[in-house]
């Protein structure tokens, strides 16, 4: 789907399609939602305006009055661990969950803010993890929403912004309107401490696990013919632990085989790359090597001194437009070669530690040179651990703007469902020597690199010409540049 721009509207329906791993409940923290002039859209009536199917964990037989309900997802405390300010629901797989949103009135879309359930480091995976957004029955978002961190001194991570214009004007406006950046929270040693290990009956619910008592949270409510221990919230804690402190892949090499682009036939590139370790913290660089097939623009005949080079991935630069931060290579179409039988002219990025290193995933800044360009980006890619297939990744396209930081975290445990059900691709060895002079085989000239008819090449060339010289050299391909 294509993200329009200020859709404008009076029913919103966010269809929750599936959570970040748990099998029983699905829940979101809040939404935000701005107008075409950069305003806060503020409901009068939330509890008339706010539904939800199913409404929420009320509807079991073994639950009344939590305060879980969905007008709570527009009370305005959206950063919060709070059940009293969440919404929670059942989840059955397979049905439609909904959150339906009347605005009164025919209203101007510019951003949207989806802040996920954010209880817990172990309950974050109630949260949204895929999402549809609906319009008066129009699609205007159809994608993954981040997984919350559990804490709350990550709000940029604790919520996924949606923008419907690149307006300055309106952008400006949502801006000076917008909370979080004079709220962001300090640390706390609440945050800090690890949840306690936790007992767990759920045989009361017919297999479901109990849900958050509010008893915990000091509230003094809890499901109703129930007792339940102080800090009874879902799942047992033990297989929580165990996962959190070995969710990362030992290994000496990582190969992130590249797939496809967003719709760019020619070039791939990324902004910047960060290496997770098992603590989900990045990796210095000084501890990563980086090799890449193609390794970029310069393996290409005839160019030399093109900036967008390998090791700028690594350089610190991440949120930005500026393309001497970011990296780019011809691209090599998968099906191309997987037809031609040679799957050794594959892109590629592989990284390499100098002794076996835990790996839980990356953070990924997507190709953000303009809007135009963000079609180079990579959108597919296959994960490999010492050769040994991991699964494969959908990488967001960037907005080609830096009006909010784009990172992407990919976590290897958590690959997309659909994604990570197809056969694996291959990998091509790593016996090949791919040295810079002999790595680009047969793509020798721009001709043959781009597919040009020898008119098409002749108008392509006087371009490239005309185009160094409005650029001193630094753009050297027609179309693309």
Known sequence: VVIPTL??????????????????????????????????????????????????????????????????LFDQVNLTRDDLHVWLAPFFNGRVHTVTVDLDCQTEISMIRVWNYNKSRLH?????????????????FIGEVRRAPGVLTKPEEACELILFTQDESVLEAVAEHDWLPAHLPFDSDEELQEEAPEERNSDALGGRPPTADCASAGHGISPRGQVTPRLSDGRPMTRALERQRGRGIVCSTVTLLVNSTWGDQFYVGLTALEVLDGNLAPMVRDEVKLDAYPRDL?????????????????????????????WLAPFLKAEAAEAAG???????LRILFDTDREVAGFNIWNYNKNPEDTCRGVREFSVYCDDRFIATFLCRKAPGHVHFDFKQVVLLDQPPSDLARRAPPRLPSRSASRSRSKGMGRIQTLAEFSGFSGGAMRIARQVAVDRQADRKGVEYFVLLM
């Open 7 to 72: 859709p404008r509207g009076r029913t919103l329906i966010f269809n929750c399609v599936s959570t970040w791993g748990d099998k029983d409940f699905v829940g979101l923290a809040g939404i935000e939602i701005f107008d075409g002039r950069g305003f806060p859209v503020v409901l009068k009536d939330r509890n008339r305006q706010v539904t939800a199917d199913p409404h929420s964990i009320n509807v079991l037989d073994e639950y009344d009055h939590d305060p879980r309900t969905p007008e709570k």
């Open 342 to 348: 040679n799957i050794s002219d594959r892109n590629y």
């Open 124 to 140: 974050s995976s109630r949260g949204v993890r895929d999402l549809e957004i609906l319009l008066d029955g129009s699609p205007i």
């Open 298 to 326: 310069n393996d290409l005949e005839g160019v030399e001194g093109d900036v967008r080079t390998l090791p700028n991935l690594f350089d610190g630069v991440c949120c930005t437009m500026d393309d001497q931060h970011m």
